[in-house]
């Protein structure tokens, strides 16, 4: 898949979403997502920023598995 950035923004804001429903610091974000604290200061820096980095989606997709906002999706492929 390319970079675009509008998938920064969109997960910029999912993310920002999260942390503000649920209250989290950066330090919790990262004990969840298994990441370093500084990765998340890179996800959480205005997407418009040099520095900022795109959290991945396995990574948001985990969080949000992990805050009960998203449902466990198994895939099946062709059988």
């Known amino acids: 898949m390319k970079y675009n950035s509008s998938m920064s923004r969109k997960s910029h ?8 429903e649920f ?3 950066s ?3 990262a004990s969840l997502c ?3 604290v500084g990765t998340v200061q890179g996800w959480r820096k205005d997407p418009s920023v040099v520095s900022h980095s795109t959290m991945p989606d ?3 997709e985990l969080l949000e598995l ?3 906002k998203r449902e466990l999706q ?4 062709a059988s």
């Open 13 to 20: 804001k999912r993310l920002a979403k999260l942390i503000g």
């Open 23 to 25: 209250g989290l610091t």
């Open 27 to 29: 330090v919790q974000v």
């Open 34 to 36: 298994r990441v370093e």
């Open 58 to 60: 396995g990574s948001l």
């Open 66 to 68: 992990k805050l009960g």
């Open 74 to 77: 198994l895939f099946r492929g």
